[in-house]
Every structure is written in C-alpha cells, then in structure tokens.
C-alpha cells in the first residue's frame, strides 16, 4: 500500500509541472539556433508574460521532438532530409547564418576557393604554400560529428560520401576535432596552422581571420544576395496544428523587433 | 514497593533489551543499505548501458564495432583507434606517472625534512582538487604549443600531450595513497634493515617498497581508473581524431572522448554506438581492476 502511494506521490511530483506548462511555449533542437532564441525568448517573456523554454539538442533532436509533440517548436540549423518530411510539418526561416572559414591571423592567406576548403579537408592539400601561403602543414580543424554547423558545411562544400548507401561525412580522419564553437576557436587562435568553420555569428575573435571564399566576403549581403556560398537558414519546425501560443512567439520572431534582435546577434534577419 | 520492584525491573529490563534490538536492527539495515548503494548503482548503470548499446551491437556486430577502424556515424562505428587511444594514453601516463608518484612518496614518507614535507604535500593535495577542465586548459595553453616547438609537429594537440596531463593527473592519488601505506609499515621493517647493515637508500628500495605493496598497487588501480575514465582534459589536448594514431606526435580520440563529444546531438543507432562505447570502457576497467587484483592476491601469498 506505502509503495502505491509512494508511486503516485512521484508520478504527481513528475507530472505536476506539465499541468502548469499548459500556456507555455516548449522549444528545443540545434544549438546554434537556440544561442539566438533564448534571447528571443527573454525578451517575448518580458513584453507578454508568457513562458518560453529553450532547450538546445541539436537538429535532429529537435525536428523529432517536434514530429511526435514533445515541443511545441523545433529548432533545426539545416535543411530537412526527405525522410524528416512528413505531411503534416511546417516550417519557417526565422533567420540565416553564414558560416565562417577561419584561419589563424597570423596565416597570410586570405582567399580560397569552394574547392580548396573542400580538398583541404579531403586531405587532397595539406601544405599552405598549395595555396599561397608559408611552406607550413595544415592543420584541418572540424566539429564532432552530426553538429549541425559540421552537417551543412559538408554540404555546401560537398563533403559527403556514401558508406552501404548512407550518406556519412567525407572529412578526413586525422583532422583535429573540436566539440563547440568555443573550442574550435581556442584552436584556431592557438595555432598558426590551423583552420576551420564556425558559425558567422559566433565569429568575435581578433585572433581569427575571416576568409574570403572563391573572393566573396562574408557579408551579410553576399549570404542574402547568395553570393557568399556556405550559408544556411535557421528554421522553426513545427505540427500544422499547433497551439496559438506558439504560433504567437513566431509571429514575435519574425516581427521587426524580433529581427532586430535576431541582427543584435550577428545572424541574418529575413525580414 | 519492594516486592514490586523486581517486577517493575524485569519490563524495563524487557524494555531495553527490545529497544536494544530494535536499533541494532536499524543499523543493521543501515549498513546493508549503505553497502548496497555502490552495488545497485554499478547493477544499474552497467544494466542501462547494455540495454541502450545492445541495437548497435546487433545492427554493426560486435567485432565490427571493436575492432573496426572506421567512425562514420551513421554508417560504420568502428571504435578500435578509440580503444588503442585509450590504452596508450593511459599506459603512458601510468609509465611517467606513477615513478614519479612513488618516489615522491617516498620522499615525504622518509626522506623530506619535515619543513619541505610540509610544503610538498599540501602541494600534492591541492593538486588532487584542480577540476579536470583547468588540466585540459593547462595543457592547451602551456603542454601543446611547447610539443609543438619541441618536436616541430604542426598540431600538438596529440597522445603525448594527452599521456603528460594524465601522468600530472594521476599523482596525487598514487602519492598520497602510497605515502600512507609507507607510513603504515611497523618501524621494525626499517630498525631491522638497518640494523643488519642496509643503508636507508637500499631500505627503502628493498625492504620498505616491497612490504608496501599492497598499498601502491591499489593507488596505481585507482590511478589508472581515473587515467582511463579522464574526459575533458583529454577532449581539450588530444585533438579527438577519429583516425588510428600512428605514432604518438598524432591527435587521437579516446573511448571516453567519443562520448562525451558526440552525445549531445546524437540519435538513434549512433546514440546506441555512444552506449556501446560505454560498455567497452566498462569491460576494459573491470578487466584492469581484476587484473590488479589478482596481482596483489598472488604477490601476497
């Protein structure tokens, strides 16, 4: 008997605060998109009152939890996959973000090529004088694998193979793995050799230098003109019917005041 | 009153006697509840992890995820250069760690004037309470870029880096444990060595280490644990490469490395293959303690 009621006692503690989440607005998946949306989401919570929880997991993640309903929103910071797309899921770009290629400020290069980065990271040129730079190795620095700035770099510069039919990362073994794009940084700034992507909007580092990519600036211009190739959308996924609450927080997102903080944050309004 | 006393004394004494039980019995459970909390918990995690990585052994098969060399997630999940990383790092630390962790002991157990002992081993303590991530970044900001200029690599983000912040991690474990058990041995190990004409250098070396043995093998298990399981350290300086390592001037990742890194965005079979590399970690270090165990036993017979 002492057992049942302990049971219930926990599974009331458990579920009680999903009873008081009733008109509050869940949110989760990448985290790059989720640097922006929390503060999104401080905001909205300020103006209206209503709660909005944030939580970063990562594309795939977040795409799923919005399928089945555990959020109300799902975050992603690339594309969706053919085999994501179900009937009843919608989404919308509530912003852009480039991604930077970014060498050591030291590293006299400046420029590279689409096909260079993607041959630097085939391990196909391993020397900086191959691309006009010191008689000095490369370092090749990238993500952990399924980071969602790692997944739309290898497809913008088509680094994909297939392995039994499954579309896994072609970037050569023995380059240096960061997990984060704090990390990458610390790396890159530590080592003249070294280079890598991280998101345009985390790029504050006087220690990185920005590269042009085949003579394009990074601009946010050249990422909304398309000119500036490695660019991808942040995107809310979501259930066509999913609550007015919810849809009240992407109406903020998208207002003007949403896409200016959305710009505070070095990402690319779309509005 | 008197008459009464004897009968007023006996449900007292029934009283106490049952109150006396009555707590025996409670610390008799507290006991057993206590020493089954480390039980239950390995019970549990070992159960969770089987069931969790159970899909990716059966999907990738046990010996292409061991002893297979490829990390493609969602494809192969090969994690054997994980598994020699992880070796590696960990012998390596243990080879320049624990010499010098036992010589240190030694010293503040028989040699250091107690002035210098006195500054050593608060030293060694405080050295056991740094978190991980400061040894990571001191290894980032001090150990690679001196590999780099030492051994002219362009990265030194590689094993050895990984091996010389081990090896710095698991002193104070092995100091302090076998400092203790130095200072344990009964004065009469020494007074007999020397009186039989040893010097205290060949005491030490012949009498005391040996009879301490016990001791400074269990500081090296736990060293070696705590070398085996270290994760963020090692993600910071030992540049997490996926590919098989082929000489120690190269990135590698360990098994421990693998996880952490990767599970904050994995799904599905590659979260199970994050599991399975969990087990193999298990495997390996009930593997080593019972390999340490059995050493100790066999030495002590």
Do not use: C
Request: proline letters at 4%; zero cysteines.
């Amino acid at each position: 008997m002492r057992k049942v009621i302990t049971l219930i006692t926990t599974i009331a503690l458990f579920a009680s605060p999903l009873s008081f989440a009733n008109n509050s607005v869940s949110v989760s998946g990448s985290t790059s998109v989720s640097n922006v949306v929390e503060v999104l989401a401080e905001t909205y919570q300020k103006n209206t009152n209503n709660r909005v929880d944030v939580q970063g997991m990562g594309s795939s993640a977040g795409i799923i939890a919005a399928t089945n309903g555990t959020s109300m929103l799902g975050m992603s910071s690339r594309v969706l996959r053919a085999n994501e797309l179900t009937p009843f899921l919608e989404q919308t770009v509530i912003a852009k973000d480039g991604i930077a290629i970014v060498i050591n400020e030291s590293n006299p290069v400046s420029d590279l090529t689409l096909s260079e980065v993607n041959k630097i990271y085939r391990n196909k040129i391993t020397n900086w004088k191959q691309v006009g730079g010191d008689d000095k190795k490369i370092v090749v620095v990238t993500r952990e694998a399924s980071s969602g700035t790692r997944e739309a770099f290898e497809r913008i510069v088509g680094l994909k193979k297939s392995v039994n039919g499954i579309q896994v990362t072609n970037i050569s073994p023995s380059a240096l793995v960061g997990n984060g794009n704090g990390m990458v940084k610390t790396l890159v700034s530590n080592n003249q050799n070294a280079i890598s992507f991280i998101s345009l909007g985390s790029v504050d580092d006087s220690t990185l230098k920005v590269l042009k990519i085949n003579g394009v600036v990074s601009s946010d211009e050249n990422i909304v003109s398309g000119e500036y190739q490695i660019a991808r959308p942040f995107i809310f996924v979501f259930n066509k019917n999913v609550p007015k609450e919810a849809h009240d927080f992407m109406q903020y997102v998208l207002s003007d005041e949403g896409q200016q903080i959305v710009e505070e944050q070095g990402y690319i309004r779309v509005k | 009153m008197n008459t009464n006393s004897e009968l007023n004394v006996s449900p007292q004494q029934a009283m106490m006697a049952s109150k006396k039980d009555w707590i025996g019995m409670f610390f008799h459970a507290l006991f057993i509840a206590s020493a089954s909390v480390g039980v239950i918990s390995l019970a549990t995690i070992a159960w969770f992890l089987f069931s969790e990585g159970f899909t990716a052994f059966k999907e990738a098969g046990v010996i292409n995820l061991v002893f297979g060399s490829e990390w493609l997630p969602p494809a192969l999940f090969g994690i054997f250069p994980m598994i020699i990383a992880s070796l590696v790092s960990t012998l390596g630390a243990v080879l320049i760690g624990v010499p010098i962790a036992l010589l240190t002991a030694v010293f503040l157990a028989e040699l250091a004037p107690k002035w210098l002992a006195n500054i050593v081993r608060p030293a060694v303590e405080l050295l056991a309470g740094i978190p991980s991530v400061v040894y990571g970044f001191f290894g980032l900001v001090i150990i690679v870029p001196a590999i780099e200029v030492l051994f002219n690599v362009p990265a030194g983000n590689t094993v050895l880096a990984g091996i010389i912040v081990l090896a710095i991690m698991i002193l104070p474990t092995v100091i302090t444990i076998s400092e203790t058990s130095l200072r344990a041995l009964p004065p009469a190990y020494k007074e007999g060595a020397l009186a039989l004409g040893a010097s205290h250098i060949y005491s030490i070396f012949k009498v005391l280490i040996p009879a301490a043995r016990s001791g400074i093998l269990t500081g090296v298990a736990l060293g070696i644990a705590r070398a085996i399981g270290e994760t963020m350290a090692i993600i910071m300086v030992m540049g997490n490469a996926p590919a098989m390592p082929g000489s120690l001037l190269e990135p590698a990742r360990t098994l421990t490395a693998n996880i952490a890194m990767e599970m904050s965005y994995a799904t599905g079979i590659h979260a199970s293959a994050l599991y399975s590399t969990g087990i193999v970690l298990l495997v390996f270090i009930v593997l080593l303690n019972a390999g340490l165990l059995y050493i100790n036993k066999k030495r002590a017979h």
